[in-house]
């Protein structure tokens, strides 16, 4: 019996991938709201990585960030569930040592080890976020990083929070967990990593940058 290949996986049961299959290329033509902001985070996991690194991307979209890093690191693997966005991603002229994957975040970790993942805005489309956090930590080399960026949806005003409930149930935003700040934090902290960064990049506080290092012993205890 063959082997399944990763862009095999996930999408026909997923209702997340289905979604962004669905609006992939809306999504790809949409423009960057705060360019400022996208260079500055660029500009930031660039000087974090070097030039030995092994990288993984969960969550890569239409693979522009990917494109962007790639170079600072050794391999560079950018994958998503969505296999529209894999699609447009891989259609994109990229460095050589960037491979974009249809793959789940379980199965693309299961690849490791690393020496830093990034997740981009998607740790709030997770099911199990402490289950996910879990498995980064164990396939990251000791002093390895997770470098997130992630909306914080339970702490933006009601009526922006209702904005986005009327409009998942009309199927025209993805789902998504109601996750706070507080909750992320605590979240990084219990699976084991050390918080070395947060800031806001950009003018919404509800959508932090978060830096975070699986330390390089193990506190005994």
């Known amino acids: 019996m063959p082997d399944r290949t990763l862009?095999?996986?996930?999408?026909?049961?997923?209702?997340?991938?289905?979604?962004?299959?669905?609006?992939?290329?809306?999504?790809a033509a949409r423009p960057i709201k705060d360019e400022a902001a996208y260079e500055a985070l660029l500009a930031d996991v660039a000087g974090r990585l070097h030039a030995t690194d092994r990288v993984l991307e969960i969550g890569c979209g239409t693979g522009g960030t990917a494109i962007r890093l790639a170079p600072h690191a050794a391999r560079f693997t950018a994958t998503d569930f969505s296999s529209e966005m894999v699609r447009i991603a891989k259609a994109k002229p990229a460095p050589d040592n960037l491979r974009f994957e249809v793959s789940d975040a379980g199965a693309a970790l299961d690849r490791g080890p690393f020496d830093a993942v990034c997740a981009f805005?998607?740790?709030?489309?997770?099911?199990?976020?402490?289950?996910?956090?879990?498995?980064?930590?164990?396939?990251?080399?000791?002093?390895?990083?997770l470098i997130s960026k992630t909306w914080c949806f339970a702490d933006l005003a009601f009526r922006l929070r209702l904005l986005f409930a009327v409009l998942r149930t009309a199927g025209l935003f993805p789902p998504a967990k109601s996750l706070g700040l507080t909750e992320l934090r605590q979240a990084i902290l219990d699976a084991g990593f050390e918080i070395i960064d947060q800031r806001v990049l950009g003018s919404r506080p509800q959508n932090p940058y978060i830096v975070a290092?699986?330390?390089?012993?193990?506190?005994?205890?």
Do not use: C, T
Not at 7 to 27: C, K, L, S, T, V
């Open 7 to 27: 862009d095999e996986r996930p999408e026909r049961q997923d209702p997340g991938a289905r979604f962004w299959n669905r609006f992939a290329d809306r999504y």
């Open 121 to 145: 805005n998607v740790l709030h489309l997770v099911d199990d976020l402490p289950a996910l956090l879990g498995r980064v930590h164990a396939r990251l080399q000791p002093g390895g990083l």
């Open 213 to 221: 290092r699986k330390p390089l012993l193990a506190v005994k205890s």
